[in-house]
């Protein structure tokens, strides 16, 4: 939009330059031409009627004085040449006749047409013949310094049309990145209410829109959170009258049923709980020791979970949450692609985390659609295999509420690999 804008000015203002530099040589044109012609025939007639008087021997003495810019005289009959062409030189012609007189036997001539040079014959009272070469010129000359003011003008127009886009694009760029700003959590940056009445009236719009949105989050996650909880305690009672149940295959049935129900009410207060995740309070860890205290935690319980890559120094992160995000997407792998491989690099800035596995993978059309609450790819409800849709989702709230972001790619040569980055 600022290219667009600074063309559009910048190629306005050149445009009305450009008419205003036209516009002054024509009028010095027409003013030059004007000026020719008033004063050329009286100049003319003078000068012909001076050499008239001097006698034949003092005519060329006078030569020098009687030139001017754009005419000279010439004693003798001139160059031969062709009949006037122009009808400024016949006009001319004409007006010199005029004003010297039939006795003169005056008469035109075009000696060259590019450029414009005719000559006006004349023949004196003792019979000699006089000749007036005129060259039109068709514009005033131009000042040394001009062109160097009219570059300077263009540069003005150029850093004025710049600073005017600039002021005008900048409300859209702090809006765009405010937008961009907003977290699950809603505690993006808020734009400054301040600036033209149109800027401030959108900012205070868009603060006012990110208060709604942050009113609507909570209510949603607070219904969610509300009812994962209260369905918990008749969970339990219905689970410790099933045990009570003489043993069969009915009572192993209800009792695998709420084992499975108690796991989406504690997925559903987790997924509303991760949108706080940004809550916590940033700390610098040593990141390589984080990702191994987190494999060898795995390692420990006998799956088979390894770490690839090492790098040095330290990341501030938020590391219960990352923890959960990084957990979510090892047990998946764990559990679809029978081992995780971790590993971690530096991009930039930017600390890159990939959990990998040689499972099934996802097809291309639904890595996206895994991510959201509750859509899972097999149509089993069994936990085992389909789970409670909501591992993915709860790890990509996450990411977003501490301003990172989580990507899904298929493997090369087969599998999944999910890859965290963290400003």
């Keep these: 939009m600022a290219s667009r804008l600074y ?136 000042a040394d310094w001009l062109p160097a003011v009219l570059v300077l003008q263009v540069a003005v127009l150029l850093a004025c049309g710049w600073f005017a886009v600039r002021q005008a694009t900048r409300p859209l760029l702090r809006l765009a990145r405010a937008a961009d700003g907003i977290t699950p959590s809603v505690d993006g940056p808020r734009m400054a209410q301040d600036g033209p009445t149109e800027v401030a009236h959108a900012a205070s719009a868009f603060n006012a829109m990110q208060d709604r949105i942050g009113q609507y ?102 590391p219960r949450a990352l923890r959960r995000v990084l957990g979510n997407l090892v047990d998946n792998a764990v559990k679809y692609g029978g081992s995780a491989e971790v590993g971690v690099c530096r991009d930039g800035g930017a600390l890159c985390i990939t959990v990998s596995d040689r499972g099934p993978g996802i097809p291309e059309g639904e890595l996206d659609d895994v991510m959201q609450p509750f859509y899972r790819l097999e149509a089993s409800r069994n936990r085992d295999t389909g789970g409670a849709g909501l591992g993915l989702a709860i790890a990509l709230q996450l990411m977003r509420s501490i301003g990172g972001n989580l990507t899904l790619a298929n493997r090369e040569g087969g599998g999944l690999v999910a890859t965290v980055v963290l400003p």
């Design 7 to 142: 063309l559009i000015i910048f190629t306005g203002l050149l445009l009305a330059q450009a008419l205003s530099v036209a516009l002054v040589l024509y009028e010095r044109f027409q003013s030059a031409t004007s000026v020719m012609l008033n004063t050329l025939e009286n100049d003319v007639g003078t000068s012909v009627a001076v050499l008239d008087r001097e006698a034949p021997e003092e005519r060329a003495s006078w030569l020098p004085r009687l030139r001017r810019d754009n005419y000279r005289f010439i004693l003798g009959p001139g160059d031969p040449g062709e009949p006037l062409t122009t009808r400024r030189a016949r006009d001319v012609t004409q007006m010199i006749a005029r004003e010297v007189g039939a006795g003169y036997h005056v008469r035109g001539e075009t000696v060259s047409r590019s450029p414009e040079r005719y000559q006006v014959h004349f023949t004196l009272h003792d019979g000699s013949p006089l000749t007036l070469e005129i060259t039109p010129r068709g514009v005033m000359p131009v």
């Design 217 to 318: 989050l909570k209510e949603r996650l607070h219904i969610l959170a509300s009812i994962s909880h209260d369905l918990q305690t008749p969970i339990t009672r219905m689970r410790l009258r099933a045990e009570s149940l003489d043993e069969g295959v009915e009572r192993d049935r209800l009792l695998a049923d709420l084992a499975e129900m108690e796991h989406l009410v504690r997925e559903g207060v987790a997924y509303a709980r991760s949108a706080h995740g940004g809550d916590e309070t940033p700390v610098r860890i040593d990141a390589h020791a984080f990702l191994e205290s987190l494999v060898f935690d795995y390692q420990d319980t006998g799956k088979p979970v390894t770490l690839t890559g090492r790098i040095e120094g330290v990341a501030t992160v938020r």
